[in-house]
């Protein structure tokens, strides 16, 4: 194997990557290492959509290429390079869209069950965004009690899924012009499951066959992720466990604990996370771990579940997607507790090679050597009980192979966009206008959303904070979630001293004034709908244009892997954001369809996708559209004054 060192960035990793060779453990990096990507299914021209295939439409021969060559480069049925390639990339926005979705879905079942007094253990928590939700849907407050009006806002959210016609309800807190766009271009989406269905219709043999209507409709279910299911997500979650506000963490393996049982609860669901809090300060529980042995009960979290419980209760991180296998090879995790999405397959494997448990939680994510623990929510508190004892239990187990590296930074997270609201302007005087206002002087030069996952077909977070630290040298304000803001909370650029130290002078005069990091943490990958409602905010709080895409924003994953991230990507797109991927592009395959994606979106949304593998290079793809957006708006003379004030300013002394 490749040295370690060229993995990953991360000290920490890097030591269990070292440990696991040793140990004989097999990992994501092992096996990227091994496992070469076809290089037709890597451009998007491998199709499986039916039983005459599966079918390799290779790239033309030549740029020139007659109708007769043409011809002879289709599937069984056909279906050309550009249409195999659509319907592939939507049907990965279907994937996405549905999980983000699907995760909401079981949210608000959960809220109505809490309304209706049917879920004993949890409350809501935020009666403010309770009454903002109400309002934002018609719902009457008068005075009715929190329950009631609950019960009516689970029963309309839970609705959303299965609307058969008109339009989502969160469109509508879109700024106009862009719910009028969406109209007009037929992707407002309808009813959430039907979107992602009609992919799957649509992407069957034989059904749409026109690269530029399929990816229409890629546009509609990714609208209705962003403005549908993520958001609902992040909003009933908000009212049900509080809506975060800063708060300090820590994060990295060393967040372990030698004398502790330790418990990482990994996936995404916080209905499952914030049980296993509560359980885990039971005394009950923290007594079994006394009488095991151990000084107390460690929890620490993995992925987006992570983020969710360090944003409402500081819980510690124990690191970001690529670490899942490398924190059970410390040897000393009693248990891991999952629930949904981004699990690794091997981690079973891998536990048994120490004395770890897998334990699986949802009736939707079973893993074969797992132990099954049903998480039931109407009866959440015994049901996390019983698998915080499994884990307790577990701790007399451990075997001789423990090294936990002492790797841990400080962050803080926390931030909402009701929080940047309240920092900026001031709890009496909430507003984005100091935002916008220093984007019009140009102090910060623009805000870029650097989001998603860890792959290692690239080195672990080294391409996150190469283009973090280059977006803020450029002054360029960066907000993020996912597994990218643990990559940068790691390194430390999470915390406000970051400012001074890697920020541009503009940027860290800003974050000094305010007492904020130049890098913001809003949470997981489904609270990427903050980052669209900051985005609204910024654009209602007027002086940057009457559209999302007027701002000079933009987006970028620099290290996305998941059909989830693509999604994200797509809803940001058709927002009207600029949004450029790392790693690997999967339309390569057909030029067509790479152009529509990349050029002729922008004429249609306002926003287009990009890649970018080098992260220097697609961090000034970001810098040159913010510039551009600030020359539409006639701002770019302030940052040039500014720029020189701080050149004289530091010429005097
Ligand atoms: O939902 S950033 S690796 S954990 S997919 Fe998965 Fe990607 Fe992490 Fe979060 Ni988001
Ligand atoms: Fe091949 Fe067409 Fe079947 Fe796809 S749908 S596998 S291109 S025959």
Known sequence: MAEAETKSIDTASIKMIKKAADDGVNTAFDRAEKMKPCPIGAV?????????????????????????????????CGATAETIAARNFIRTIAGGAAAHSDHARGVAELFLAVAKGEAPGYEIKDEQKLLQLALDWDIEVGDRSNNEIAIDIGKIALAEFGKQEGELLFLRRAPLKRQELWRREGVAPRGIDREVVEIMHRTHMGVDQDYHNLLRQGVRASLADGWGGSMIATELQDVLFGTPTPILGRVNLGVLKQDEVNIIIHGHDPLLSEMIVVATQDSEMIELAKSKGANGINLAGLCCTANEILMRHGIPLAGNFLQQELALVTGAVEAMVVDVQCIMQSLPDIAQCYHSKIITTSPKAKITGATHIEFDERNAMESAKAIVRTAVENFPNRGQSIDIPEEQSDLVAGFSHETINYLLGGVFRASYRPLNDNIINGRIRGVAGVVGCNNPRVKHDDIHLTMIKELIRNDVLVLQTGCSAMAAAKAGLLTPEAAAKYAGEGLASVCEAVGIPPVLHLGSCIDNSRILMAATAMVKDGGLGDDLSDLPVAGAAPEWMSEKAISIGQYFVGSGVFTVFGVNWPTLGSDEVTKLLFQDFEDIYGGMWAFEPDP????????????????????????????????????MV
């Open 44 to 76: 998007g021209s491998c199709c499986t959509n039916c039983g005459m295939g599966p079918c390799r439409v290779p790239l033309p021969k030549s740029r020139t290429e007659t109708p007769q060559e043409k011809q002879k480069r289709r599937g069984i």
């Open 616 to 651: 220097i290079r697609a961090a000034h793809l970001m810098i040159a559209h913010i510039d551009k957006k600030r020359k539409a708006l006639g701002i770019d003379k302030a940052r040039e004054r500014i720029l020189y004030d701080m050149e004289m300013r530091r010429e």
